[in-house]
């Protein structure tokens, strides 16, 4: 007797053969360096993903570990995915170990109008000493006046002045002149975009 299942099978075909890989760089900001590789059958799934790197692995500097920044891949060409900034924070157990007793912690959430949306950014700075309210107020006032000098730009400039460039340095001086500061810390920057 013919076996009636032995008609009906499919051939399989091993899906994993029709996968290409890709490489996911980072933004420009990090040079693009080489974030990893992904396989893929439709080049249709690769935008929109989002990837955590720490900063220390972009940088190269040790001391940078703690602070996570996140990737959107926005772009194929070739078999090469570039991707944007979506945001970045810094490790919670890391924002504690900085705060202590005997200092305070001034905070400030400022929401930062960028180009096609909007940045919301959380600036921490931790003063030497106990500060008194004034003080406090005075901190509050340069976070806000050193943050209008982000408006209007792309958020991937943004990042990098927050995160590379001298954006908690000069907040550390001007701070300085008030009270004694321990650190400057931005905390969390993420990105809306306009709907």
Do not use: H
């Not at 905070?107 to 950014?121: N, Q």
């Not at 005075?138 to 590379?164: H, M, N, T």
């Not at 001086?173 to 400057?184: F, H, M, P, Q, R």
């Amino acid at each position: 007797m013919a076996d009636k299942g032995a008609k009906g099978r499919r051939k399989t075909v091993d899906k994993w053969k029709k996968k290409k890989w890709f490489t996911i760089t980072a933004s420009k900001i990090f040079n693009k360096k080489p974030l990893g590789e992904t396989p893929v059958e439709k080049t249709v799934n690769l935008t929109g993903r989002t990837i955590k790197v720490t900063l220390d692995v972009l940088t190269g500097q040790r001391a940078r570990r703690d602070v996570a920044v996140y990737f959107k891949t926005c772009d194929v060409q070739g078999q090469t995915i570039s991707t944007k900034v979506s945001k970045f924070e810094v490790n919670k157990g890391a924002l504690g170990r900085s705060i202590r007793r005997r200092n305070s912690k001034v905070g400030l959430v400022k929401k930062i109008p960028v180009v096609g949306g909007e940045a919301r950014v959380n600036i921490i700075v931790i003063t030497a000493n106990k500060a008194n309210q004034k003080q406090k107020t005075g901190i509050r006032a340069l976070i806000d006046e050193q943050s209008k000098d982000l408006k209007g730009k792309d958020f991937e400039a943004v990042v990098s002045e927050l995160l590379l460039g001298g954006f908690t340095n000069d907040l550390f001086k001007k701070s300085a002149k008030i009270i004694s500061i321990k650190k400057v810390i931005v905390a969390k920057a993420s990105f809306t975009e306009a709907k």
